[in-house]
């Protein structure tokens, strides 16, 4: 590359977000995401959504830079846009495919998306069968390192509860109900509260059902247990 | 000053932890002077990059019945500068059979910070009362520069409140009007301030000594802060909920 | 045409000595004598049909369409010459991305009607010959309400309350003037439209054929969609219906 041709990168994340957590459970997909921007440490922009509803099959949730996501969020909208002039409806596996490969693109051309995308929904399997229809749950790290899972925690997230929430999933495994499944969710949050600077109490579960579609969370609140800071208190 | 090895001191960036940025307390530090004495509030996280280390700590260090001195920097640094200069203040405490005022406390911790600078990451805020000058505030950022002040803030959390606190002072504040401006204070700041959160500590330092109290955000009395009902975050022709 | 054979009507780029440009005359003819399309705007949303002669019975159902959507809001109708209509929605289309990807946002139908004017008239003046098609833009929505534009061969580009094109354009305007459109709700107007298609059919020439629905309005949440075909069978039965009951009256 000569001075010519010289380009300003991003290659720092400004507007952040953190975690994702995810989880399937047995009809779908739940997902939350706490509501913040941060700019490095500060909690800059607060009622933010990080969940965007592609169509009545897929949601995506992201982590990192908020700009970033705009950008796709207005790529994967003409990309769905493309799809419907073919009439189709783009799933979560095809949506996922697609990003894999355009996040891995953008990182090889030194010009990453500084997100941690997580692609939830439910497949159709056999065109207007619901019966048949998969939860899928699909990560692409800004690198376009790509995996399927049946749950997930990305950003410090991924420090801190990946086991606990596998643990929880073992525990009933495709049986998981949904309102159990939201439950581990909340109490993860609380978890990344406790050890996440950036982390934020108001959150929203969105989720992804095999009859019901895309079903968009609303703010939700969480404030924790402190007893501990009575009993955390040298005085010397 | 941290102790790590550099050739071990290895960037986290997943956690935001870079071996450049201390291990540090963040913090929100407020402190006021009021028509009897002196309030002090502090948040309580501790954190290493984006991780929160200790989520209760106590920032607020008494030193004697009628002094705290609340912490900021590095979480080791500034202990071991409390410990001594709580040693040195003892001492002189001892020797000359009455309490060594405020003022020539917060010499001492200047003389810690200053005669060390280039070593250390500390800065203190040094909160009392005695019989000579009432409640005082002194500030000692980092390099050792005193000033006493009305009523001040310091730590990662103190640019987004200390605005607040010079709208809010005034001559003659009672004891309950202090607290709830410092209380406020603290909850405005640890609201934005990412390094900065948990509970509310406050202590009221003046003749009767000192009192500590908590305030919990799963308790009545935490200052929590409201923003004005927001807009959508993605373009208006996207399918969102509030 | 009184100056065929004088010259001026091999090139676009030439005037005749009486001010007019014959090419783009003759291509206002591909779209005169296309089957009738008709686009209404009613109380709470447009509606277009066209009448479409079927040529063979071999080919599959709705084949050869000529409404689609430009995006999710806006639809697009093209009469005339088959390709050239195409290439005009495909244009608007690319043009509707271009605008999402700018300014994240839906093109507004002006702009787009606008976009594609501008693309008639430069592709006819210096590129090549003329467009054969003309396009109906429609659209809905409760701040505006319904809109309508038809951009023609020429490039000319109005908004219009109702309008038609097509071998029986001037029966059918007349018969639409005959309604109170701004009352008439989008299910009224899908049967009226379908009505006004066939009383203005040449019973002798006009066989063999369909007729092709869109709408857009407040009943589909201001989204372009073609006309579920239950619906059109539903509107061409009341409009033989009504067209019988007429005929009884006589």
């Known amino acids: ?236 | ?242 | 045409m009184s100056s065929i054979g004088t010259g001026y009507d091999l090139a676009a780029s030439t005037f005749s000595p009486d001010g007019r440009i014959f090419q783009v005359e003759y291509a206002q003819k591909a779209v005169d004598n296309a089957g009738t399309m008709i686009a209404i705007r009613g109380k709470n949303g447009v509606v277009v049909v066209a009448d479409k002669l079927i040529s063979s019975k071999l080919y599959t159902d709705n084949a050869n369409p000529r409404m689609f959507n430009v995006n999710d809001n806006v639809g697009v109708a093209v009469a005339g010459n088959y390709p050239d209509g195409f290439a005009l929605k495909n244009y608007a289309y690319g043009e509707a991305m271009k605008w999402l990807k700018d300014y994240r946002e839906p093109m507004p139908i002006q702009n787009i009607a606008n976009s594609v004017a501008e693309y008639i008239h430069i592709h006819t003046l210096g590129i090549s010959r003329p467009f054969g098609a003309g396009a109906f833009f429609m659209s809905w929505n409760k701040q505006t309400g319904g809109r309508l534009f038809l951009v023609e061969p020429s490039g000319l580009n109005y908004e219009y309350k109702a309008w038609a094109v097509g071998k029986h354009r001037q029966a059918a305007k007349a018969e639409i003037e005959k309604l109170k459109i701004e009352e008439l709700d989008v299910n009224q107007l899908v049967k009226e439209a379908a009505r006004i298609i066939m009383v203005v059919r040449d019973e002798n020439k006009d066989k063999n054929v369909q007729i092709e629905m869109g709408w857009v309005g407040e009943q589909t949440n201001g989204k372009y969609e073609e006309v579920p075909s239950e619906v059109v069978t539903a509107a061409e039965e009341w409009a033989i219906a009504k067209l019988d009951e007429d005929d009884m009256d006589d």
């Open chain 2, 1 to 242: 000053m941290d102790t790590m090895r550099d050739e071990k001191r290895k960037a986290i960036p997943a956690i935001g932890f870079y071996p450049q940025e201390e291990i540090s307390t963040g913090t929100t530090l407020i402190a006021m002077e009021y028509n009897g004495g002196v309030v002090v509030g502090t948040d309580s996280r501790t954190s290493a990059g984006s991780f929160i280390t200790s989520r209760a700590t106590n920032k607020i260090t008494p030193i004697t019945d009628n002094m705290v001195v609340c912490r900021s920097g590095s979480a080791a640094d500034t202990q071991a500068i409390a410990d001594i200069a709580k040693y040195h203040i003892d001492v002189y405490t001892m020797t000359e059979n009455k309490p060594v005022t405020i003022y020539r406390s917060s010499q001492i911790f200047r003389q810690f910070l200053y005669n060390y600078r280039e070593q250390l990451s500390a800065s203190v805020l040094v909160a009392g009362w005695d019989e000579e000058l009432g409640g005082q505030v002194y500030a000692i950022p980092i390099g050792g520069f005193v000033s006493r002040q009305r009523s001040t803030a310091s730590g990662s959390g103190s640019t987004f409140v200390q605005g607040f606190l010079d709208s809010q002072w005034r001559p003659n504040l009672t004891l309950e009007e202090c607290k709830a401006i410092v209380k406020q204070a603290v909850g405005l700041a640890t609201f934005r301030d990412g390094s900065s959160g948990g509970v509310v500590r406050l202590a009221v330092i003046n003749k009767a000594g000192s009192q500590f109290e908590l305030f919990r955000p799963d308790k009545p009395g935490f200052p929590f802060v409201q923003t004005p009902t927001p807009h959508l975050s993605f373009p208006p022709h996207i399918e969102q909920v509030l």
């Open chain 1, 1 to 236: 590359m000569n001075a010519h041709d010289e380009v300003q990168r991003t290659l720092n994340p400004t507007c952040t977000g953190t975690s994702v957590i995810a989880l399937q459970y047995k009809t779908g997909v739940v997902v939350l995401t706490d509501r913040v921007v941060s700019y490095g440490k500060m909690a800059r922009y607060k009622n933010v959504s990080r969940q965007y509803k592609v169509n009545d099959n897929v949601l995506i949730a992201f982590g990192g830079d908020h700009a970033d996501f705009h950008w796709l969020q207005n790529v994967i909208e003409r990309q769905v846009l493309l799809w419907k002039r073919f009439d189709q409806d783009i799933g979560p596996k095809a949506l996922h495919g697609y990003l894999t490969s355009l996040l891995y693109a953008k990182r090889c051309k030194m010009n990453p998306v500084w997100n941690t995308l997580v692609v939830a929904g439910v497949e159709e399997e056999e065109k207007n069968n619901k019966e048949t229809s998969t939860p899928f749950i699909g990560v692409i790290t800004q690198k376009g390192c790509a995996y399927q899972v049946k749950h997930i925690a990305t950003g410090l997230g991924a420090f801190l509860l990946n086991q606990a929430v596998e643990d929880e999933w073992r525990k009933k495994g495709e049986d998981l109900s949904r309102e159990e499944a939201e439950a581990v969710l909340r109490k993860s949050l609380e978890l990344t509260l406790y050890h996440d600077c950036v982390a934020d109490n108001e959150f929203e579960i969105g989720r992804v059902d095999a009859t019901e579609g895309v079903v968009l969370g609303k703010e939700e609140k969480i404030i924790g247990d402190w007893s501990i800071a009575e009993t955390n208190c040298q005085y010397e």
